[in-house]
């Protein structure tokens, strides 16, 4: 049981002044023209509010205001699975081939891998590869020509069951399994088994089923401003990002997990659940490891909590609150996450306009902030939180999958169209979402900035030269370093699942331009971590309701006194006016500095490091 006092903050919540400033700040900070969120506490939306504009020119968003939920999909496919496994129609360690005949001759990434199960496709272990700007955009593809897709067979990383990637085709995959075991396309399954007994009347799978003045419409950031992004249709890979919804109906979706605890009371406030508290329960607890999502520490610094994946669903055992369970939405105009506790019923719904928004970080704010760190908190919430379910182990340690002959070959035609653009060159090597997200006129000016930033560059390791060879972290993924004679930026790859796989994502770090905030503040901080000051530098003014001062000073010179005596190395991430992640090269360590700042008035405004 929660202890008094605790039980009273949780139930009597009635002042959201303090969140509504953390969700004002965030949204001051760009990245979206709007942001609606809202608080569930006791299995309903006790606050809800709205910043910005839901439509360039138009009013802010408020909880009723419908945005395209992107991956959050996921636990509502997840969902409809775990219907059908309990009334009989499927098993989760059935072969997706007994469901989805495309799939009967496919070769699983070894000679000795067993079948794909379902079970693999909800917990993200079949074994493809990571597929998110490719899948985005892959949202209207009709079914017929996805059957097509999947018949031709796909690329595989790993072998089925073996480590955890993320995969929209993988869920995708599902929502044929779900079609195929009950009879029912897709959206009428959802609509009719999920939606209508939870009265989510605000959630669909298409922008013409609400009216103009209730939906957000999603933007982009463009060189002349907020740029509308077209809604994509209803396709084969709405099961994976298709759903449009509300901070209202979501705030049902959510205490409906949150109902499933603690396992001796089903609380579902408004009416029966049509899934079974038990299958809730099983949605959120760890089936896979993600084990890439925990960030690596300094020591000494607080352990990285454990995260998971569980059916459509992220689950982490967090150090001082025990579990949260969350899963985020990013697509090309919106950005999204629903987090919850589980042990107290709290949760935090974010949904924003702008491509890719992170409401991820949003929702951890306000989260901790409802939910204080204190000593004697921690201990009336260990006692409350749900037992952990044994999950299987960690990944043993070992190199990544070596690169694909097509990766290889994918770094050297991006080398050469880093150096010469050629837009024919590019199509033949890029999937269809690649110009969508970036258009190649955007694209030519990243690299003719980052050539201005650090000079005419070659790409180290490859013809020979250059103290840093490239890396791969799985089979279809490539970083590689540009260095010229002002500096190093990191350059990344994606191939995407097809066969052959093409390129789905290309990013090159964008240094800052010299006497920039950004670029003064980069150095400023260097310039005091190798000092012995004290105070914090004058030169670096900290956006007092952005960022704790304190917390940032005593991060950095953990940093300082782990690494020693640093200087500026390569640029791993950054795009050139705002934000930056830059490696500070030690005498005894190497870390990397990440900061956010005010272009316009140089405050900082987020600072962190890691190893």
């Known amino acids: 049981m929660l202890s008094d006092s605790l039980t009273n903050a949780v139930d009597g919540l009635n002042d959201f002044t303090a969140?509504?400033?953390?969700?004002?700040?965030?949204?001051?900070?760009?990245?979206?023209?709007?942001?609606?969120?809202?608080?569930?506490?006791?299995?309903?939306?006790?606050?809800?509010?709205?910043?910005?504009?839901?439509?360039?020119?138009?009013?802010?968003?408020?909880?009723?205001?419908?945005?395209?939920?992107?991956?959050?999909?996921?636990?509502?496919?997840?969902?409809?699975?775990?219907?059908?496994?309990?009334?009989?129609?499927?098993?989760?360690?059935?072969?997706?081939?007994?469901?989805?005949?495309?799939?009967?001759?496919?070769?699983?990434?070894?000679?000795?891998?067993?079948?794909?199960?379902?079970?693999?496709?909800?917990t993200m272990t079949a074994g493809f590869p990571t597929d998110d700007p490719w899948g985005d955009r892959q949202q209207g593809l009709p079914i017929a020509d996805f059957d097509q897709l999947l018949a031709g067979g796909v690329s595989f990383n790993w072998a089925p069951g073996t480590r955890f990637e993320y995969s929209n085709l993988g869920y995708a995959v599902l929502g044929r399994v779900l079609t195929m075991a009950s009879g029912v396309l897709y959206d009428e399954f959802i609509r009719t088994r999920l939606l209508a007994p939870l009265r989510m009347d605000r959630?669909?799978?298409?922008p013409g089923e609400f009216g103009p003045e209730n939906l957000a419409v999603g933007y982009r950031s463009g060189p002349k401003g907020w740029q509308e992004v077209p809604f994509d249709p209803y396709g084969a890979f709405a099961p994976m990002g298709g759903v449009f919804?509300?901070?209202?109906?979501?705030?049902?979706?959510?205490?409906?997990?949150?109902?499933?605890?603690?396992?001796?009371?089903?609380?579902?406030?408004?009416?029966?659940?049509?899934l079974r508290p038990a299958s809730r329960r099983q949605m959120q607890l760890p089936q896979a490891v993600t084990a890439w999502r925990a960030a690596d520490r300094l020591p000494g610094g607080p352990p990285g909590p454990p995260a998971y994946y569980g059916f459509g669903l992220f689950t982490d055992e967090d150090p001082a609150l025990g579990r949260v369970v969350s899963h985020s939405g990013g697509y090309p105009g919106f950005g999204s996450n629903m987090r919850w506790h589980p042990a107290t019923g709290l949760g935090v719904i974010a949904l924003a306009n702008g491509t890719y928004a992170p409401m991820t970080a949003l929702t951890?704010?306000?989260?901790?902030?409802?939910?204080?760190?204190?000593?004697?908190?921690?201990?009336a919430l260990a006692a409350a939180a749900p037992a952990a379910a044994a999950a299987p182990p960690a990944p043993a340690a070992a190199a990544a999958g070596a690169p694909w002959p097509e990766t290889l070959a994918a770094a050297e035609a991006v080398n050469r169209l880093l150096l010469s653009w050629d837009d024919a060159a590019a199509e033949a090597l890029f999937t269809e979402n690649v110009a969508l997200d970036s258009p190649y006129p955007e694209r030519r000016h990243v690299i003719d900035l980052v050539r201005q930033r650090i000079g005419a560059f070659t790409a180290d390791g490859t013809d020979g030269t250059?103290?840093?060879?490239?890396?791969?972290?799985?089979?279809?993924?490539?970083?590689?370093?540009?260095?010229g004679p002002n500096g190093t930026v990191q350059a990344q790859l994606q191939l995407n699942p097809e066969r052959p796989p093409r390129v789905q994502s290309l990013v090159l770090a964008i240094p800052p331009e010299p006497g920039s905030a950004l670029a003064a503040t980069i150095d400023a901080v260097i310039d005091w971590l190798n000092s012995a000051a004290a105070p914090w530098p004058a030169a670096v003014p900290i956006a007092a309701a952005a960022a704790d001062a304190g917390l940032i000073a005593r991060r950095l010179r953990?940093?300082?006194?782990?690494?020693?005596?640093?200087?500026?190395?390569?640029?791993?991430?950054?795009?050139?006016s705002a934000a930056a992640a830059v490696e500070l090269v030690g005498e005894h360590a190497t870390v990397t500095l990440s900061l956010l700042v005010n272009p316009a008035t140089g405050e900082l405004r987020q600072a962190d490091v890691a190893l």
């Open 558 to 576: 953990m940093a300082a006194v782990w690494a020693g005596r640093c200087a500026k190395g390569a640029y791993q991430a950054g795009n050139g």
């Open 466 to 483: 250059g103290a840093r060879p490239p890396e791969s972290d799985t089979p279809a993924h490539r970083r590689w370093w540009l260095t």
């Open 364 to 379: 951890s704010l306000v989260l901790d902030a409802l939910l204080p760190r204190s000593t004697s908190y921690h201990v």
């Open 245 to 274: 919804s509300s901070v209202a109906d979501l705030a049902r979706w959510v205490a409906g997990f949150a109902a499933a605890f603690p396992p001796d009371g089903d609380r579902d406030g408004d009416g029966p659940h049509p």
């Open 203 to 206: 959630t669909g799978f298409a």
């Open 19 to 122: 969140l509504d400033a953390i969700v004002s700040d965030y949204f001051g900070r760009g990245g979206q023209p709007a942001i609606a969120y809202g608080i569930v506490s006791g299995g309903r939306l006790v606050h809800s509010a709205g910043f910005g504009q839901r439509v360039l020119g138009a009013g802010a968003p408020d909880g009723d205001t419908v945005f395209r939920i992107a991956s959050m999909s996921k636990s509502f496919t997840a969902s409809a699975v775990l219907l059908l496994r309990d009334a009989g129609a499927l098993a989760l360690d059935d072969p997706a081939a007994s469901y989805v005949p495309e799939l009967a001759d496919w070769t699983y990434g070894s000679a000795d891998a067993a079948p794909l199960t379902v079970r693999q496709l909800l």
